[in-house]
């Protein structure tokens, strides 16, 4: 960013100042003084210069902007950028006003996968804190902002489900100075510690991130109280597709999911260790 001529100006007398040499010369400290003057001069044509070096930078970032191939990180990118109840304008991928209305900048979740033939887009809305599907109307929106945008020839396919469900069975050796029987805390700081981590590891999980079971036998390990955590069993689905095991890791297909808390809590076992 180009500096003022007063700031460069000012680094040209400073460095004067600090040559003995020139400061045995250059004496006055009339504000007219010839020396001053052509201090003006040079600062002024440094600060065209710097100008022009701006100018040039923005003229080349333009440039490289509109001739980059879209990437899978620029759909998700300009998925996140919908509007909605929001015209576009024509002959453009850009909203004249740029909004933070979460009412209308309904996509905060959004992951592009390269599939055969065709890019798929998972997105979810968050309005509360809670990752939800877009509503009907909202993904037919959607959809139409997508495919007036997108790369001419490009397929996709735009979803936006209701999250995976995901099933445990655990079994936890507990320190009993520190949970109960039924793996409350003691001290009543929480009624479900166990249940609460689970939920928390899920929720902290990226968008469309892997579920990694181990991952989640490491969340179990540091709740307090916890000696040993151990997954009996780990199965999930989506829609109404039948529910498979997870031996190692699993791959959300609405991008995020959630427990079956009754399931779990009727699948829990707490031993005291």
């Not at 009412?103 to 996968?113: D, G, K, L, R």
Request: net charge negative; proline share 5%.
């Amino acid at each position: 960013m180009a500096r003022t001529i007063a700031e460069i100006q000012q680094q040209i007398i400073d460095t004067k100042n600090a040559d003995t040499t020139l400061s045995a010369y250059v004496w006055s400290d009339s504000k007219v003084a010839i020396w001053r003057l052509w201090t003006y001069v040079v600062a002024a044509c440094i600060w065209t210069l710097e100008n022009l070096f701006d100018y040039h930078k923005v003229e080349v970032e333009t440039i490289i902007s509109n001739q980059k191939p879209h990437t899978l990180k620029w759909y998700v990118y300009m998925a996140k950028l919908f509007q909605y109840g929001v015209t576009l304008p024509d002959d453009t991928d850009t909203y004249p006003t740029p909004s933070t209305d979460p009412e209308v900048v309904i996509v905060q979740y959004a992951a592009a996968v390269e599939l055969s033939n065709l890019v798929r887009i998972k997105v979810a809305k968050s309005p509360s804190g809670t990752l939800e599907s877009l509503s009907e109307e909202e993904l037919e929106a959607f959809s139409g902002y997508m495919n007036r945008i997108k790369d001419a020839g490009v397929r996709l396919q735009l979803t936006s489900g209701n999250p995976d469900i995901l099933k445990l069975e655990v079994s936890v050796f507990y320190d009993p100075l520190v949970l109960s029987s039924t793996g409350e805390r003691l001290d009543g700081a929480s009624t479900t510690p166990v249940l609460d981590a689970v939920n928390v590891f899920l929720s902290d999980l990226p968008f469309n991130g892997v579920f990694v079971l181990n991952h989640l036998i490491a969340a179990l390990q540091n709740v307090e109280g916890v000696k040993i955590g151990y997954v009996v069993s780990a199965q999930a689905n989506y829609g109404t597709t039948p529910f498979v095991p997870i031996s190692v890791k699993y791959t959300p297909d609405a991008g995020y999911m959630i427990l079956d808390e009754t399931f779990f809590n009727a699948n829990v076992t707490y031993t005291a260790a």
